[in-house]
C-alpha cells in the first residue's frame, strides 16, 4: 500500500535526522583519524550529507510539515545508528559508513520509492535518486581510499557482514501518527 | 616568554592537537620548524606540505563546529558544512603541487596550533571570530600578491590553485562575517565572546609564532578581497592601516 502524504513527510523527515547523524558523525571522525587520506574523505563527504539533509527539509515542507522537520527513527534503529557511529578504529569507521549504513540507507530510499508515486511525489524521487547517485559516488571514493591505503589498513569483512545484517534486520524505522495537519500542529 | 608564562597559556589557550598518522612530525612552535629562507631550492615544498597541514586544521576546524554545536542555525550548518568540504579539497590541491613537485608527505614538520587554539573557545561566535574572520581573513591577504607572483614566473599551475584557495576562502570568510554580524546583533554577550576569543587567540599564536615570525609578514591588506568578504570600508581601512603601523614598527 502506498505512502499517504502525512507519511512521506514523516519517512523524508527521518532520512533527514539520518543525514545529520551522518554529517554529524563524520564531523566528530575527521579530527579524531589518524590517516590523512580518511580525513580528507570524510571531511568532503559532509558536505554530501549537509545537501541531502537541506533538501530533504525543504521538501517536508512542501508535504504540509514544518520546513527542515525532522524525525528520530525508532528506537532499535536508533540505537544502531549510534553503535556504529561509536566505532573508534579507522576500518571500522569506514566500514560502518561506508559498507553499512549507507547502503543500508541506500536500500530504505528505495523502499521509499517503491511505497510512492513517481508522478504525484515526483520531487521526492527527484531528492532521493540524487542522494542515490551521490551515495554510489562516495562509496566509489571510500574504495579509492582504501586501495590508496591497502599497506597500511587491515579490513575485517565479518564486522562489516555482521552489522549489516543487524542493520537490514530493522523493517520499521520512522515514528509514524505525528498527526494528519502535520504543519499546524508542529509550529503550534 | 618565561616558562610559568609558557605553561599558563598552554592550559588556558590551547586544547589538545587532532590525531595525525605516523608519517607526520608534529611541533608545538615556530621555531621548530625548518623554516627554509625565500631563497632555498626546496622552500616551496616546505610551504607546500605547510600549507597542506593547515588545511587539514582548517577542515579539522570547521568539522569540530558541526560536531560541538547541533543546535546552531541550520543555514550555518551548511556553511560550515562547505567549508570543511572546501578544506578538504584544500588538501588534495596542495598534496597534489606536492607530489608533482618531489615532496612527500612527512618531509617536514608540521604545526597545529590552529586547531589547538580554535577548538579550545568554547563558542561558535569565537571560533568563527578567530578561524575564518581573522585567520582565513590574513589568507585573503597573503593569497592575492602569490597569484600575480606566480603568474609572472609563469607557473599558471600554482597561480591557478591559489585562485580556486582565494575564492573559497573569501566565501568562508563572508558567512562568518554575516553569522558574527547577525550573533552579535540579537545578543550583545557575543560581543564579548568574539573579544575574548580574539584575546585568547592572540596570546597564544604570539607563543607559537613569536613576535619574529609574526613581524616577518611581508604582504599588505588586500582591500578588494576583504570587502568581497563582507568587511565594511571602515574595518578594510582600520585592517589597512594597523597593517601598515605593524609593518613600520618591525622595519619590514
Redesign the interface.
Known sequence: MGLILREKAEHLATFRWLEVFL??T???W???????EV?????????????HA?AL?KRTFELRAPM?YTLAPLPLHLSTMNELASVEDTTGRLQSVYDVILPGLAARYQQYLQNSDSLLDEPSFRVIEGILNDYARMRKESEEVRAELRE?LVFDPERAERWSRQESAISDFVVQGSGATLAREASA | MNTSNTNSIEATAFAAG????S??DVKERWSECLNLPDTHPDRDLEFFHRQMNEE?NG??N???N??DF?DAE?SV??SI??Q??D???H??MFRRILERRGGW?GRYAVLNFQ?RII?KIDNLVGRLAVQNRAFEAEGVDAVEPAIQKARDAGDSELADLFEAQLADEIGHVRFANEYIAQATKSNPMNVMRVGRALNQASEAFLSVMGQEAIDSVKYTTNEQGRLEAGFSPEEVRFAAADRNARKKHAGT
Open positions: 554529517m554529524e563524520l564531523a566528530r575527521v579530527p579524531t583519524t589518524p590517516e590523512m580525513k580528507v574523505l570524510m571531511g568532503r563527504h559532509i558536505w554530501d550529507a549537509a545537501q537541506d527539509g527542515h597500511t | 587532532p590525531a595525525r598518522d608519517r607526520f587539514i577542515m579539522e570547521a568539522a569540530r558541526l560536531a547541533p541550520w550548518r551548511m558544512a562547505r570543511t568540504a578544506e578538504a579539497r588538501v588534495l608527505l586547531y577548538t
